[in-house]
């Protein structure tokens, strides 16, 4: 009798405090994401907001030293012919990455959405997610034997007879070179194949999410594939189109390590950081740059959504 006496007390604290929460889902929620919402703050936003900052400093060229006074200047700096160059390289790179992403993803993510099952469609998640499992530097420096000028690409070009093909590319003006693993072409590549997940799932569950009812009323109106495809299939995935370019764009914008492997000299984005942060110590211009990316996809997803490609999330 006394232990269900000193039994009751306690479940009724619970109990109360259960029933509390349950009136006020506000608080629940609060005391949920209070802590994840902490880390966000503390360690993302407060890192932006400390670039923020210095990038609103100066380098003092006779000293080496950082100002700390707020100056405009050091932005006026990626005005500059060469880092103009470089931010103009970057975002066209970002920008054929993501059509050609697009492009290569439409036709896998459609059959897979449309046509795969059982068992065809866990080898589709299977042979999408298996490159993601490895290490992304070994993808990399496995695409730079590939790509070099003794491995099995050119190879295969000679045995093909398409060698003369292969030569006529690398001596494209501005994107050739030596061989692929040192031009925009291999840079190109490498980027394609580490990115084209990120475009294929999301493009797969949009398209999975287009009711076939739809199609097929489309037919029956008379409607041909391609304008089926045209006004409705690509209209309901574009959510997943936009999403995945978003994975795609802003990944290429901020990668430091494909162009460093596999590249020419002509730096990216990613590299000016750090080489203005690490060999010449220019935080502040590094700071800049760095901003670069974050305030382009600001415009992107700003115009993505005035387009309305969000609705349908």
């Known amino acids: 009798m006394s232990a269900l006496a000193v039994a009751a007390p306690r479940r009724g604290l619970a109990g109360s405090l259960a029933d509390g929460l349950w009136r006020r889902p506000a608080l629940l929620a609060v005391l949920l994401l209070a802590l994840p919402l902490l880390w966000l703050v503390v360690v993302y936003l407060g890192s ?13 060229d006779f000293s080496g030293l950082v100002v700390e006074d ?10 500059t012919a060469a880092n103009l160059a470089i931010i103009l390289r970057t975002v066209a790179m970002a920008a054929c990455v993501t059509l050609a992403s697009i492009l290569v993803a439409l036709p896998i993510a459609y059959y897979a959405a449309r046509y795969a099952r059982g068992a065809a469609k866990a ?17 990399i420096y496995a695409w730079k034997l590939i790509l070099a ?4 690409l050119t190879w295969a070009f000679a045995r093909l007879g398409l060698a003369p093909v292969l030569d006529a590319v690398l001596a494209l003006p501005g994107i ?26 999301p493009m ?21 594939p391609a304008a089926t495809f045209r006004h409705v299939t690509w209209p309901l995935a574009l959510p997943g189109v936009v999403a995945g370019s978003i994975f795609t764009f802003s990944l290429t914008l901020g990668d430091y390590i494909i162009p460093q492997i596999v590249g020419s000299s002509r730096l990216f984005i990613g590299q000016a950081v750090y080489t203005q942060q690490g060999t010449a110590g220019n935080i502040p211009l590094a700071a800049a740059f760095t ?5 382009i996809m600001g415009f992107y997803l700003w115009g993505a959504k005035r387009a309305g490609a969000f609705d349908a999330l």
Not at 48 to 60: E, I, M, P, T
Not at 130 to 138: D, G, H, R
Request: net charge negative; charged share 10%.
């Open 149 to 152: 000028k003794e491995g099995i």
């Open 176 to 201: 050739g070179g030596n061989s692929l693993s040192v031009s925009y072409i291999g840079t190109f590549l490498v980027f394609l194949y580490v990115w084209l997940p990120y475009m294929i799932l």
């Open 48 to 60: 932006l907001a400390a670039l923020l900052v210095q990038s609103f400093y100066s380098l003092d």
């Open 291 to 295: 901003m670069v990316p974050i305030v």
């Open 70 to 79: 707020f100056t405009l200047a050091t932005y006026a700096q990626l005005f």
């Open 123 to 139: 080898f589709f998640y299977i042979a999408v997610m298996l490159p993601l499992w490895s290490s992304y530097l070994v993808k």
């Open 204 to 224: 797969q569950a949009a398209l999975e999410r287009v009711p076939a009812s739809f199609l097929d009323a489309s037919g029956d109106l008379g409607a041909t």
